[in-house]
């Protein structure tokens, strides 16, 4: 039997609609509703949502009204086939990644792109999948290549639809009678892309070319079958062609099992009733966000900002010269919530991007905007594009948040861009504050960092490259009633787990010589921040091994909150050339962890050439048999005074591990002495502490009186620091050239920093000859956009910072003000005026 002759017995109703399909073309009529094309479908929903306010011109939810125990069945029946997909074809994947991290989520989409339902797992993209079916639209794919039933598509450009090319998504149209009906779509993250360094997001190429194997939006199948061309081309293009292999088996397994049980909805409750569950879902969980922001928020203007040093001068292997230097990201943070319950996050004043992976897009922005918000204002079941509708992002062309420059490099967006949401939880968690929502408050979640990549010829003599997800088991921030969660998460993942050490070593040559929570790393507060763990690597049997590191080195971006502190920062540990294989000969003690990086420990176990520095980021290194890696996931941050933290708690830190005796007395003056030096309750501590209760009220007493002798004025202080600006006095080049940049992006950002700070009006900081030759560059480097043919919510914002903004793939229109509501004290003025189920 031939293999088409077996395609049509296997799917004899997918040859019939493609079959009327077809006939309908030849009628003129397209593949959307009522022969309307997909553009004409997807405009007339845009003009009806912004006529009216609601999804789709949906001003009544008529079918949850009139029908809501079936509304609910329906909704539930979709979201746990969602779930069933991801569970059961997770099982199909090899690597870790997939398997024991979940780095995997599916999506339900109407026609236009719009979420329905969302699966578990890596949900940052199912808004940039969303984006990926909005390119296809606006890019006329109904005519060329055509959008048929059993077409398969991938895509893992960033400017279209992605954060990193390392996440390849795969989608599939589903039909019924000749019409687009929804679209499934999956996504995971795969081991290597065949960027220019091993792993899946290398960090040393300055442009997008460095970046791997990119796929925009192509066709690579029909009938359900993937094209030879494509079968024989992209496994090539990787290091690891088996994982991708069986990746994209994964993510068919889950499609198929989504369209099917679409197909089962229809036949069970019909296609009209389908198509108003799509539209309903939607509108419906619009309303539910704007419900929960009226119950929790206060309408206004919030304010913050965040840093990360991403510094490469001096550092090897970069692919061009002009990329040896140092950056700093910055991120000016607004939240604007409106009274009617929607809100803008804006940063304006965000400086350029640069020549380094870590740039993004807007998918990649809003995708990850919107994956925190579904884990914070919205931690439901009830998850879909409704959010999406509520909010709107402000993000300046040609900043590092929305280059639209299809020249920059991304293969490690979350670098910058978990950083960028540190204030979010700020914002958001003032507004809990001041509602009243105490439960709901958090410090913020941990930089997900390090994040150890590398590869070369493996145990088994192949070509193989490594990427070990870890760094999904991060410290959660403080909470204002609990402390922050030791190594539990990780934003981008709510399932977060760092997997069995034992599966690990059977994808990746990296033995484990020790795994460990890594005290003094949460943040130190009332409440402190959850600490971070540390898993110590060796390296056996293999040849051409390059290994790096990828995290927040000397700054770090997850400031306390409340008085809270910081996280710790990150630092490099490494060793070459070591004595470890003649230690494991003789049965000498060797180094197993780095717990107390002060006290020489490691230094004393091991000789070698040892590298230890105060960084987050290195390029590709060589590294040989017996070598030691250190990788270091960092904790959350601290919520409220130290000095007001309950010594027996502190107490409790020390002997869990997460806190050292001396730094109790440094970080929380709280005075122990050891009782019993049996006693070992972990790794980190040998022995029994007491507080001595006495000495713990004397010293915090001794602290107070530093603080009140140290403060000054406001005044005083911000005096200082104005003549500091003025005269450049003791900043270095790098903070210049930071706040230049933001300065030349955004005249509105330029004209608040000289205001607040009463600079003259053409105010602007000396650059070395080095730094203003970078800036210039960028900045004449100019824009090279992807979307050609962008819809009504796809269009140009305008009034904003600069009045050159070509068109930009997001949603902004400029009557909404991205400054202060109507009045100082506006309050939300009347109660919500729309039902939602499980908004809260």
């Keep these: 039997m031939s293999s088409q002759h077996q395609q049509e017995e296997s799917y004899p109703r997918m040859r019939r609609e493609k079959e009327q399909v077809r006939e309908q073309q030849k009628e003129g009529e397209g593949i959307g509703w009522d022969g309307q094309t997909l553009r004409e479908q997807f405009e007339a929903l845009e003009k009806r949502t912004e006529e009216t306010g609601h999804y789709a011109g949906f001003d009544r939810l008529e079918l949850k009204e009139e029908r809501p125990i079936e509304y609910e069945q329906m909704f539930a029946q979709l979201r746990g086939d969602l779930v069933t997909a991801r569970e059961t074809s997770k099982e199909v994947a090899a690597t870790p990644i997939v398997e024991q991290e979940g780095e995997l989520c599916y999506g339900l989409f109407t026609p236009e792109g719009d979420s329905i339902a969302v699966s578990t797992g890596i949900i940052v993209h199912i808004h940039t999948m969303s984006e990926a079916i909005k390119y296809m639209i606006n890019h006329d794919y109904e005519e ?35 019409e687009l009906v929804a679209w499934a779509g999956g996504v995971n993250h795969v081991i290597d892309t065949g960027a220019i360094g091993p792993g899946s997001m290398n960090v040393s190429q300055a442009s997008r070319f460095g970046d791997g194997a990119q796929y925009t939006a192509r066709k690579i199948g029909e009938d359900l079958t993937l094209y030879n061309s494509w079968k024989n081309d992209y496994p090539d293009k990787t290091r690891t062609p088996d994982f991708l292999k069986l990746d994209e088996r994964t993510r068919m397994t889950g499609c198929l099992m989504i369209r099917d049980a679409v197909k089962d909805i229809i036949d069970e409750y019909g296609v009209e009733q389908f198509k108003q569950l799509s539209r309903e879902a939607i509108e419906d969980g619009r309303r539910g966000f704007r419900n929960r922001i009226e119950k929790t928020m206060l309408p206004g203007t919030y304010r913050g900002a965040s840093f990360v040093d991403a510094l490469y001068e001096g550092q090897d292997n970069l692919t061009r010269a002009y990329a040896d230097e140092n950056h700093l990201m910055h991120a000016p943070s607004e939240l604007h919530v409106r009274e009617d319950g929607s809100f803008q996050v804006s940063f304006e004043g965000a400086n350029k991007w640069g020549w380094h992976p870590y740039n993004c897009t807007p998918a990649a922005i809003q995708g990850g905007i919107w994956v925190m918000l579904t884990q914070t204002v919205i931690p439901n ?68 960092s390090n994040w150890l990549q590398g590869g070369g010829i493996d145990q088994f003599d192949k070509l193989h490259a490594v990427n070990s997800f870890e760094s999904a088991c991060e410290g959660v921030g403080a909470r204002y009633v609990e402390d922050g969660e030791p190594h539990a998460a990780a934003i981008w993942n709510p399932e977060g787990d760092m997997g069995d050490a034992e599966v690990w070593e059977m994808t990746e040559p990296l033995p484990f010589l020790g795994r460990a929570v890594k005290p003094n790393t949460g943040g130190a507060g009332r409440r402190s921040g959850g600490a971070g763990f540390e898993s110590m690597r060796t390296v056996k049997d293999v040849s051409r091994w390059l290994l790096y590191e990828m995290g927040n080195g000397y700054m770090t971006s997850d400031g306390g909150l409340f008085g809270g502190y910081p996280a710790a920062s990150g630092y490099i540990l490494n060793a070459h050339d070591t004595d470890l294989k003649e230690r494991f000969e003789n049965q000498d003690d060797y180094p197993q962890h780095d717990l107390d990086p002060e006290s020489g420990e490691f230094e004393s176990k091991i000789d070698g050439e040892i590298t230890r520095e105060p960084k987050g980021i290195s390029t590709p290194k060589e590294f040989d048999d017996y070598d030691m890696y250190l990788n270091y996931l960092r904790g959350g941050s601290g919520l409220g005074d130290p000095l007001e933290r309950d010594p027996e708690d502190v107490l409790e830190d020390i002997h869990d591990g997460y806190v050292l005796p001396r730094h109790a007395e440094a970080a929380y003056a709280v005075v122990v002495e050891k009782v019993d030096d049996e006693a070992q309750h972990n790794s980190a501590v040998h022995g029994e502490f007491e507080v001595d209760e006495e000495a713990t009220a004397e010293l915090r007493g001794e602290r107070r009186a530093e603080r009140a002798k140290k403060a000054q004025p406001v005044s005083e202080w911000y005096e200082e620091e104005r003549d500091r600006i003025r005269n450049e006095e003791a900043l270095i080049d790098d903070v210049k050239k930071t706040y230049e940049s933001s300065m030349r992006m955004s005249a509105q950002f330029a004209a608040f920093y000289r205001e607040f700070w009463e600079l003259p009006e053409e105010f602007s900081f000396t650059l070395s000859e080095k730094a203003e030759k970078s800036l210039t560059n960028r900045f004449d480097t100019g824009l090279k956009q ?40 506006a309050t939300f003025s009347e109660p919500p005026r729309e039902t939602a189920t499980d908004d809260d």
Excluded at 150 to 163: A, K, L, R, S
Excluded at 399 to 419: C, D, I, K, M, R
Excluded at 802 to 811: F, G, H, L, M
Aim: a negative charge; glycine letters at 8%; hydrophobic letters at 35%.
């Design 381 to 448: 079941s009830n998850v879909n594009d409704g959010a999406y509708y509520s909010c709107d992002f402000h993000l300046p062309v040609g900043s590092w948040a929305n280059t639209q420059n299809t020249e920059t490099a991304h293969a490690y967006a979350w670098h910058f861009l978990v950083s960028a949401w540190a204030p979010l939880w700020q914002h958001l968690s003032r507004g809990y504050y001041a509602r009243g929502f105490w439960e709901e408050i958090n410090a913020g979640n941990a930089n997900t």
């Design 786 to 825: 992807k979307w050609k043919n962008p819809t009504k919510s796809h269009e140009t914002w305008l009034g904003v910072g600069r009045d050159d903004e070509p068109q930009v793939p997001y949603t902004w229109t400029s009557d909404r003000s991205i400054r202060d509501l109507e009045t100082p004290d």
């Design 144 to 178: 060329s290549p055509g959008i048929e039933p059993g077409d398969v598509f991938v895509n893992n450009d960033t400017h279209v639809g992605d954060v990193h090319a390392c996440d390849i998504m795969t989608l599939i149209p589903i039909f019924h009678d000749g």
